[in-house]
């Protein structure tokens, strides 16, 4: 039997033991509060952290595509849609000169400065916006680009093609435009304009009206030859063109100064015609 003193003993180590125990329980309990608080207050940092990070490549997405969007601006010509000048000169000569066999297609609106003073910038600007379709239509792969004012241009850099392949191209778009019907920006100030210039009667005007609302008729021979004219005129444009393909180690602006030069070869030549350069 244990003797009453060693269970006085036990009993104080007991007391001893479960106060221990408790004290360290206790201070368990406060590391692992302080954990938990150092843990929330981590996750609320790495949280602010991501948050952040998300911001920033949500702001670089954004920048790139701004930058994107307004490199597209810069690069588009705004009336008809097409690249413009810069675009050729910052991307389609660079590719030119990597091109050993490029070709370029070079063309203007004949007789553009009288049609601008006979029937208006408006007038023009449909004009233009619809030879630009014509060439879009038929450029087979190549970039095309309104050069500035009535010019447009067709650079095969990046897709060969053959030089007969390049002058079937000028030709097709040359005839197509040649007979293709521009309308008119506004039916009823262009039938004023005629009323103004040739002062028809009230019965011809309702007569140019109809002509031109439906783009499939033909002229109405009831018309006045000097009216027929001034409408044919209006809804007809021709393009004269100049075609030229890379020689051996050409440079872009020596290609395209050629292909601008065969383009005032058939201007001369009486218009409507696609040139060639030597």
Known sequence: MI????????????????????????NAQCQI????RANEDLQKRVTSALAELCFCMSGWSLLQKTTAELYTIATTDKLTGLFNQRYLEEVM???????????????????FGLYNNKYG????????????????AYANSGAVARYGGEEFSIIF??????????????????KYAANTRISPFSIDITAAEVVRKFGVSNRLISTIKRYLA??????????????????????HVTLSIGVA??????SADSLI?????????????????????V
């Open 93 to 111: 000569k660079p590719l030119i000169e990597k091109n050993p066999k490029s070709g370029v297609i070079f063309m203007d609106l004949d007789n």
């Open 33 to 36: 509060h302080h954990i938990e």
């Open 257 to 277: 100064k050629r292909a601008d030069d065969a383009m005032y070869c058939a201007k001369q030549a009486g218009k409507n015609q696609v040139f060639t350069a």
């Open 3 to 26: 003797e009453e003193k060693n269970l006085g003993v036990l009993r104080k180590n007991l007391d001893e033991a479960l106060c221990s125990f408790a004290t360290s329980v206790k």
């Open 157 to 174: 850099a990046e897709y060969y093609k053959e030089k007969g392949d390049v002058i079937r191209i000028a030709e097709k778009i040359r």
């Open 245 to 250: 393909m890379r020689k051996n180690k050409e």
């Open 121 to 136: 910038h408006q007038q023009v600007d449909v004009a233009l916006t619809t030879i630009a379709n014509v060439v879009s």
């Open 214 to 235: 439906n783009t499939g008729s033909s002229l109405p021979i009831s018309l006045p030859f000097e009216v027929r004219t001034y409408l044919e005129n209006l809804e």
